[in-house]
């Protein structure tokens, strides 16, 4: 007789668990036959390389969000571990940005999520500061063209922009909820970075329009927490350009051309006098990481997505191609797509972190999103802006910037913020309807340079606790 291993044993209990949470009267009041189908056929039974001891469920798949186009966003769902009854725990979106970035790529795999990528390619161990310790984690990849996510209307890819994209992300939301009605009427929070600070704000603009006057919404959308982000081209650039001088990066010369050339610009598509201060201004940066100025600049060779001599706006982002180099080998292997249930039929190979075509072709970006924070503060929507305090890509001074000019009372005055050692973790200010964050020691990710910070952070968001001035254990 063959004695199971440690490992066939656990898979066992692991399946009995599944069977008897799906047998059990109350998850089979909640589904249809047609959606524990969809459920189960969405369901990761395990990842290529994954850790034993994985105590929480993964589910990964499409939902269409226009059927004539054939457009269908990928996402990824893990859940909370079962010992801390993830049925108890809100649902968070996550959003990354670029815009034409995965969330697979970045929010989940370097980020927030639980899982990271050894060096070789193909093995995967354990984030031990994951967000889903306290929350389900919903990673989207959005919109169609990036990541996993396709459209099967080729000029969809050349026509994409803000409108389109938050509109899509709605439509999936509502559709996916329908897959998973055990999370309607769950608290719904969406968090991300970057050009999510567009993303985020469109994304709740609609949904607090579609809830206004409903009893007991569908989508129990609660608030949003936004890091690093894209929120005012003008005040983002005046910010910007005053980092990297009080830094060093740049000579005063350069500044002076950067106030006087960008100052009305875009922030994201530079033109003429603009592009070429900004050209400059790089040339004096050196060999340094942009993303986090103190960290070891990338070495590995960038793709042409992530290329210094691309086309813009990739051009003045500087290269983090280090980042993804491992969860790019990995996911381009057959085996950990089709564990994900990826349709590589429809998406490019190979698959990935970064797509040029999306960016490149953006087509509409609204200059400030300052009016939609304004409307969402109004409706009472719990909004957290933080930033990591070494990145020169979206720096504190541009948030700051933008921030201020929503003109808000001030609750809290700025003070040190203390972690679980009672050292201090950055700095915070606490306005009527909004509060900011700086992460000391932190680049343009937060979760990837200051994760254990990150996930104190987000605590306190959930909790929506103000950081602690001092930390009393």
Known sequence: MKIPTKSTFCSLIHALSLATFFLSPIFSKLLSKDQFQEQQRDRIIKLPGQPPNVYFHQYSGYITVDPSAGRALFYWLIEAPKMVRPESKPLVLWLNGGPGCSSVAYGASEEVGPFRVRPDGKTLYLNPYAWNKVANLLFLDSPAGVGFS?????????????????????TFVINWLKRFPQYKHRPLYIAGESYAGHYIPELSQIIVQKNKGVKNPVINFQGFLLGNPLIDDHYDNIGTHEYWWNHGLISDSTYEELQKSCINDTF???????????????????????YSIYSPPCYQTPTPAHNLNSSLPWKFRGNDECVVMNTKIYMNLPEVQKALHANITHIPHPWVTCSSVI?????DSP???????????????????????????????????????????????????????????????VYKGLTYVTVRGAGHE????????????????LLNQPMPAAFWP
């Open 150 to 170: 396709y459209s099967n209307t080729s000029s969809d890819l050349y026509t994409v922009g803000d409108k389109r994209t938050a509109k899509d992300a709605y």
């Open 268 to 290: 994201l598509f530079p033109k003429n006098e603009c592009y070429n201060a900004l050209d400059e201004a790089y040339s004096e940066f050196g060999n340094i990481n942009p």
């Open 359 to 363: 960016r490149g072709n953006w087509s």
């Open 367 to 429: 200059k400030s999103m300052l009016p939609i924070f304004k409307e969402l503060i109004a409706a009472g929507i719990r909004i957290w802006v933080f930033s990591g305090d070494t990145d020169a890509v979206l720096p504190l001074t541009a948030t700051r910037y933008s921030i201020n000019e929503l003109n808000l009372s001030i609750n809290t005055n700025w003070y040190a913020w203390y972690d679980e050692h009672q050292q201090v973790g950055g700095w915070s200010q």
């Open 446 to 461: 937060v979760p990837l340079t200051q994760p254990q910070l990150a996930l104190f952070l987000f605590k306190q968001f």
